[in-house]
């Protein structure tokens, strides 16, 4: 199969067939992923009661951020496209499997937990290389649009695969938003198998899975803009890839707002971040990123401070609103930064550490989030996420070569 000159390439990412294909198959993979922790804490719910749910989704949750780096190493040793292939079709077999295991009897605490330990596992392995596609498939002038179209893609998957898994959950049990769970992660392997990616430049590695870890890590901590980027990146997410959500929950519930002023909130903040993917989608370049970046760190900041002294429901909708809008930005020249700068060689693994810092690390915060809480109230616990979201902006204006990160060309390290 031949491969196009990616480099000669200047028509637009959202008009890019290849880059919507895979665009088509990491939507269903995000959806396939909602619609499957629906089904398993439900089933849990249902096999163990409510204490079992945590230890079942923990099963899942704690390989995944464990074994992230040693994915990242996978995906660079093997080819990105090959691991998310293969990782993506044991995902769907083992969720299939699963299904058809509690449509023949009622779901035991184990059992899901097993499918839970095997899924965070093979999950350990896809999400960093699925994530280390775009520079594959599209030129670096678009890889900020390519990022806008994922943050889209993550918007519409969280508002449909909830849907998808409540009508699922009725009419077909635990065992039929497996099923469709499934048929997701089918439909995202079938495409994936049509993505065309541009050869791999430079020589396979040939050392061992430890020393290539190693040298990843080394290859992070000694790049002049990676370095400070990630440690930017793990502050900004430390709040907003989870902690916020809980402590929106308990901000309502605080200020008397209740379930539906919650959902105002959130669905602000959703529409916000949805403005900004889309803004980065058609905007035809982002000049100045690393400043672009770090200022909309600084207004994130302050609407979060804004949201935890929120009087009434309307002004905590605006700030929420804010916050989506800014912090999607952020988030989106974050991640197009990295691929930009990131020698495709160790793309994977620096995909692994970016993702570990977004999603494997939230999680341990949870606890500090009730806490915060129940001492000092809703307030103090947002104006520490602006506090810490204020640190990330600094770090960014501070450090030149990230202050004066742009978009349009690689650099070496």
Not at 55 to 73: D, E, H, S
Not at 255 to 260: L, N, P, S, T, V
Not at 306 to 334: D, K, N, R
Request: with cysteine.
């Amino acid at each position: 199969m031949s491969v196009p000159d990616l480099s000669m390439s200047v028509r637009p990412a959202y008009r890019d067939a290849n880059v919507l294909r895979w665009l088509t198959a990491y939507t269903a993979s995000v959806a396939g992923d909602v619609v499957y922790f629906l089904a398993l804490s439900w089933a849990a719910t249902r096999a163990g009661g409510p204490s079992q749910v945590g230890l079942v989704v923990a099963a899942g949750a704690l390989p995944r951020a464990v074994l992230m780096l040693g994915g990242g190493v996978v995906a660079d040793r093997f080819g990105p496209r090959r691991v998310a292939v293969i990782s993506d079709a044991v995902r769907c077999a083992v969720i299939l499997l699963a299904a058809t295991a509690v449509a023949l009897a009622p779901p035991h605490v184990w059992l899901l937990a097993v499918v839970a330990l095997i899924f965070g596992v093979v999950d350990a392995v896809f999400m960093p290389a699925v994530g280390a596609l775009p520079p594959r498939i599209t030129t670096a002038n678009q890889l900020a649009r390519v990022q806008g179209m994922r943050g889209l893609s993550i918007r519409l998957s969280n508002a449909v695969g909830p849907l998808v898994a409540g009508v699922v959950l009725v009419s077909g049990g635990a065992a039929g938003a497996f099923a469709a769970a499934g048929v997701l992660f089918a439909v995202s392997l079938a495409t994936l198998l049509t993505v065309r990616i541009a050869p791999a430049v430079g020589a396979p590695h040939r050392a061992s899975a430890h020393i290539e870890l190693r040298d990843g890590l080394r290859y992070v901590r000694r790049h002049q803009l990676l370095a400070p980027l990630v440690a930017v990146i793990g502050l900004s997410e430390m709040c907003f890839s989870g902690p916020v959500a809980t402590g929106l929950v308990l901000l309502a519930d605080e200020r008397g707002w209740g379930a539906e002023g919650m959902g105002w909130v959130a669905s602000a903040f959703s529409v916000g971040a949805a403005a900004s993917a889309l803004l980065l989608t058609v905007a035809p370049r982002v000049p100045r990123a690393g400043m672009a970046m770090s200022a909309a760190l600084l207004v994130t900041a302050a609407g979060a401070v804004g949201l935890g002294q929120a009087s009434s429901l309307t002004m905590a909708v605006v700030f929420g609103a804010l916050i989506g809008l800014t912090s999607g930005f952020a988030t989106t020249l974050t991640g197009a930064l990295v691929q930009t700068e990131t020698d495709p060689r160790y793309l994977g693994r620096v995909t692994s550490v970016t993702t570990l810092c977004t999603l494997g690390l939230a999680p341990v915060l949870f606890p500090a989030v009730g806490l915060t809480v129940a001492l000092w109230g809703a307030g103090t616990l947002f104006a520490g996420c602006g506090a810490i979201c204020l640190l990330a902006a600094v770090l960014g204006l501070s450090v030149p070569a990230l202050r004066h990160a742009e978009l349009q060309s690689s650099k070496s390290a």
